[in-house]
């Protein structure tokens, strides 16, 4: 029998976002009880910026936990946490308020600062110590850009925390910086979980700047009585340290023991595998995957990233989908569906079409900044859902690199579940089945990252006792998709196509992006 009010017991996740903060209640058995999302705004003061307001967060995070609450009702609200957008600089005064904007993980303004890390920490120093290479969407060049370029802002600087860490900061009024999210600092000693104090000191940091570090499901805090009344979470809550986006997306899918993978297409794309070693990638000059720590105690993650996944067919629709857009307004459907309707009129291939997804750069496994996307092969013939499907196409060949990345980093993957935005489209979830060649589960509950943080603070408020007895309960999935033989052959063909195209663009994408 399901309890009601004050005999349920619930668990708060909060997933801060790019484009929002979502709040998710949810009882000890998965059941969705509430949700609430409040959006804030991006800035980008020049090319290649990407800030936010680290107040406009914690405004967003006290409406949508009061919205959440107060559409649930009363519960036994049991614990919290935060998963968070990864790599950005939130850099605090000895008052503990901000100095300037956020720099977020979308910003590439510190590629001078990656070479001037790799060349003082030594490149293959760096890899062995954190696990990664210096790029500029990680922590650290963001930092060392800070300090660089505003230096009298710089001199204010007492403290540095990640987005997520600095909510529950304001939570609780408790530092600290939570492991899988460190990890993504390019100062975290992923194999022994502690900050790299020696490559700070080679960088002249001070390790007096970063707090201690904090398990994911461990508690790092309590819900302050000020908190409390503003908000009307129970004073004392226990609030568990949370996680990256990805490690809790990956928690909220049940990725959390060997052989599992996860696929996901937000505004960009991942594929993560969980791994029990800290194994790094050694198939190019430096790593093309991510090493990091996952929210399962003594367990990591590789993944692979594709900068423009969703957002690449978002940019589409913006620049293209008029027609689209007029037809959802008037039938009341969603303009994707229609999208994505007029790209399953096109068989696979696009009649010779291919799509660079490289609007914002590219990761996995290229690593470049400079990179720039289009399409290759146009003709008179193609029409406007040959683009839209060549643009869902050149996401899932990016996503095929990774893919490759990992099983060259000897990554054990054996299922591969399916979460994010882009998969609710039944047409890409066939399409990424077919181009990487497995089988497809895709998750029955879509709550992502938030539902991940909620089972993380269960298990810190001892609802559960293992984060993987929280995903055995919790998590529930869809029947699976299979690849269409067909299909497999012409995306192999198209695959093979593809990845010889960068390296013959490259040239041009460079002298392109300098003018």
């Known amino acids: 029998m399901q309890l009601k009010g004050n005999d349920m017991e619930t668990l708060l996740g909060l997933d801060l976002g790019t484009t929002?903060?979502?709040?998710?209640?949810?009882t000890r058995e998965g059941q969705i009880v509430a949700t609430a999302t409040h959006a804030y705004p991006l800035a980008h003061p020049a090319p290649g910026w990407a800030e936010q307001n680290p107040e406009d967060w914690w405004t967003a995070t006290i409406a949508a936990i009061r919205a959440c609450l107060s559409s649930a009702g009363p519960t036994d609200l049991r614990g919290l946490a935060i998963s968070g957008q990864m790599h950005g600089a939130v850099l605090l005064d000895g008052e503990g308020q901000p100095v300037r904007p956020c720099i977020i993980w979308a910003d590439t303004r510190s590629q001078a600062e990656c070479d001037q890390m790799m060349a003082t920490v030594g490149a293959e120093h760096l890899i062995e110590r954190v696990g990664n290479p210096a790029l500029p969407g990680f922590t650290a060049p963001k930092i060392l850009w800070v300090r660089n370029h505003e230096p009298d802002t710089w001199a204010h600087v007492r403290r540095i925390l990640l987005p997520k860490d600095y909510l529950?900061?304001?939570?609780t009024g408790v530092a600290a910086s939570e492991i899988s999210d460190a990890a993504g600092t390019c100062l975290l000693d992923i194999a022994q979980g502690v900050w790299a104090t020696d490559v700070m000191a080679t960088l002249d940091l001070d390790p007096s700047l970063f707090p201690p570090i904090v398990g994911s499901a461990a508690i790092a805090g309590h819900i302050t009585s000020a908190v409390a009344a503003s908000t009307g979470l129970p004073i004392d809550l226990p609030v568990a340290g949370g996680g990256a986006d990805n490690a809790c997306a990956a928690v909220g899918a049940g990725i959390?023991?060997?052989?599992?993978?996860?696929?996901?297409?937000?505004?960009?794309?991942?594929?993560?595998?969980?791994?029990?070693?800290?194994?790094?990638?050694?198939?190019?000059?430096?790593?093309?995957?991510?090493?990091?720590?996952?929210?399962?105690?003594?367990?990591?993650?590789?993944?692979?990233v594709t900068q423009g996944a969703g957002l690449s067919l978002r940019w589409a629709r913006d620049q293209f989908g008029a027609a689209e857009m007029h037809d959802a307004h008037a039938s009341g459907r969603n303009e994707y569906d229609l999208i994505t309707a007029a790209a399953a009129t096109v068989s696979p291939g696009s009649e010779g079409l291919i799509f660079l997804p490289y609007l914002q750069g590219e990761r996995t496994p290229i690593l470049d900044a400079q990179a720039r996307g289009g399409w290759i092969g146009l003709t008179a013939r193609h029409t406007r859902a040959h683009l839209y499907r060549a643009v869902m196409e050149g996401v899932a060949f990016s996503l095929r690199d990774s893919l490759e990345v990992l099983r060259s980093a000897g990554v054990d993957i054996r299922e591969l579940r399916a979460t994010g935005g882009g998969v609710r489209s039944a047409l890409w979830r066939q399409m990424l089945a077919d181009v990487l060649q497995m089988p497809l589960t895709p998750l029955a509950i879509e709550e992502g990252p938030a539902l991940?943080?909620?089972?993380?603070?269960?298990?810190?408020?001892?609802?559960?006792?293992?984060?993987?007895?929280?995903?055995?309960?919790?998590?529930?999935?869809?029947p699976t998709i299979m690849p269409d033989a067909l299909a497999v052959t012409t995306y192999a063909r198209y695959y093979a196509i593809y990845t010889s195209l960068y390296?013959?663009?490259?040239?041009?994408?460079?002298a392109l992006s300098a003018e």
């Open 452 to 478: 991940g943080a909620a089972l993380l603070a269960g298990v810190a408020a001892g609802v559960y006792p293992t984060i993987p007895a929280a995903c055995a309960q919790v998590v529930r999935t869809s």
């Open 256 to 304: 959390v023991t060997p052989g599992q993978a996860l696929v996901s297409i937000g505004t960009s794309g991942v594929v993560l595998a969980y791994s029990a070693s800290p194994a790094i990638d050694r198939g190019g000059p430096i790593p093309r995957a991510h090493t990091f720590n996952h929210a399962v105690p003594d367990a990591w993650y590789l993944m692979g």
């Open 168 to 171: 529950r900061w304001r939570l």
């Open 20 to 26: 929002g903060v979502k709040a998710v209640l949810t």
């Open 503 to 510: 390296p013959a663009l490259r040239p041009a994408m460079h």
